[in-house]
């Protein structure tokens, strides 16, 4: 399912710390080696590094790699050199701050993220930045997205496999003539998707498109908000589909969304990448790199490339 590829035996946190210094040293930095090093690490043999480098040479890795790289490749790296809870609670941090304007990233963390992914998640982000993530997303929202939001990231859900067919059914109804009623930001329709099990939705949404005739997210279609409700569904009933699409629309607009493509490419690498991979395949017959490849360049595009797995 990961694309990161780790050489078996790995060096050393030491010898990676003594290579990235040398890396580090004389005219220029020496980026093929940092990415020879850092690209190739999983999560907990980047935080060894980190440890070794400091300890070796009293000098934060952070701090010496932002004085030596920059740009959209200087982002993917520190994107990717965290533990992924601190990266996604720095990544939450960033999108609460911006509100409405990045409230994907919040959906995705919320229903992406098991409850105790979400857990972890939260608890980082009031140990980092001595504040609670709902109350950052309130602060930074008003409305029906405020309603959403915060109700995504409150909830701690049940995890287990177990669905009420019954429930299923009733809450199918429940949506539809909210739906039908144009109620959008519905009390039930922001119940529904924050307190039920991943599975006990997705068994919702199967019974919504098997009595109404049409996928949900089918006649969810309009404004921002309307879209927030689709994301969430999106993420929760297929999320691997749901990050090619991000991929998908990060890559073919005009410029390239790279804030999208990074994010979905460093915070997948050691999750489920390859598997997004053969969806984005499938359904643009061209392959995830040679598409980034296309769209990049530099530095960025050789890290970026080594995460996916090339």
């Known amino acids: 399912m990961a694309t990161l590829s780790v050489p078996t035996p790995a060096p050393t946190a030491v010898e990676d710390a003594e290579k990235l210094k040398k890396a580090f040293q004389g005219w220029g930095t020496d980026e093929k080696a940092v990415i020879s090093v850092l690209a190739h690490r999983d999560a907990t043999q980047r935080k060894q590094i980190r440890l070794a480098y400091e300890d070796l040479y009293k000098e934060d890795l952070l701090k010496r790699l932002e004085s030596e790289i920059s740009g959209d490749f200087e982002k993917a790296v520190f994107r990717w050199i965290f533990d992924p809870i601190e990266r996604q609670a720095i990544l939450a941090n960033v999108a609460a701050k911006k509100g409405i304007e990045d409230y994907r990233v919040i959906v995705e963390i919320a229903c992406v993220s098991s409850p105790a992914e979400l857990l972890a998640v939260k608890q980082a982000y009031h140990a980092r930045f001595k504040r609670s993530l709902e109350e950052d997303v309130a602060s930074h929202t008003t409305g029906d997205f ?165």
């Open 146 to 310: 405020r309603k959403l939001l915060v109700a995504l990231v409150s909830t701690y859900k049940y995890d287990g496999a177990e669905i009420d067919t019954k429930l299923a059914s009733s809450e199918a109804k429940i949506l539809h003539n909210a739906i039908v009623e144009k109620a959008f930001n519905h009390d039930e329709i922001i119940r529904i998707l924050s307190t039920r099990s991943r599975a006990q939705l997705i068994a919702t949404f199967n019974c919504y498109k098997d009595e109404f005739g049409a996928s949900i997210n089918k006649v969810l279609s309009g404004d921002e908000f309307l879209s927030a409700l689709r994301s969430a569904i999106r993420c929760i009933n297929s999320p691997q589909k749901y990050f090619e699409k991000i991929l998908r629309n990060a890559l073919n607009k005009p410029g390239t969304d790279k804030d999208g493509l990074t994010r979905v490419i460093v915070t997948h690498a050691e999750k489920d990448l390859k598997v997004i991979k053969e969806i984005y395949h499938k359904r643009n017959n061209v392959t995830l790199d040679h598409a980034v490849a296309k769209e990049t360049s530099g530095d960025y595009k050789a890290f970026l490339l080594a995460l996916i797995g090339n």
